[in-house]
């Protein structure tokens, strides 16, 4: 069995790599320990908001720490959310105060176009070891539909689909979601790694 920490304190994005990763990794999160800080998220980039976490992690956690900085990128509204999807709102604001800002600022717009993007990064001792990045492209509906998944899953339809993220489930969503495309080469390195 291989140990893998996710540097996450978003349940089901853990819930999602656990899936992706396989039987012979056992996954914990930031919910096991709930005396570190809270890594603050100051940068521009998923990247430099990946490195953040998993670097800051790795120095208060030993061995492999994994990262994911994730978000919507909507063309119609110049790439927002982006790097600031969780707190699209406001700070303290969840998920349903995002699709609902998502809806309203969508409302009438022509172009629906959009993409999620995740960078994940893989650090070790305050040192990182891998960066991978994925993304999937899409668009975005005026009405919620779905029930799975977490998010704006409810308002983005994966490009060659006809179902949102969240009508089409993890199993679905897994093979193809901007989280798969990152952590497919981080799996290679990863086993890699512990070879
Ligand atoms: P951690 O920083 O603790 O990992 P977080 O949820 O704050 O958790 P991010 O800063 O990376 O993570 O923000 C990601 C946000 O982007 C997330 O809260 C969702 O609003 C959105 N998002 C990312 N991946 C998504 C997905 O697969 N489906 C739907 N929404 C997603």
Redesign the pocket.
Known sequence: MNALFI????S??TQ?IAGMLGADFVVSD?SSRPELPEVE?TGTT?SE?ARL?AVEISKQIQGFIL??????EVDALGGEPG?Y??R?AGQGKG?AE?NAKLMREMKGKENRSAR?Q?VMVLAEAGEVLAEYAGCVEGSIISEQRGSE?????PL?IPDGYDLT?AELGDDV?NQL???ARALAPMISFLREKLS
């Open positions: 540097a996450t304190g978003n089901h994005k999602e930031l998220e998923f908001n976490k990262s994911d900085d994730s978000g919507l790097v999807s969780a699209y998920t995002n999620f995740c998944g977490f998010g704006y899953d983005f993220f969503k979601s901007h989280r």
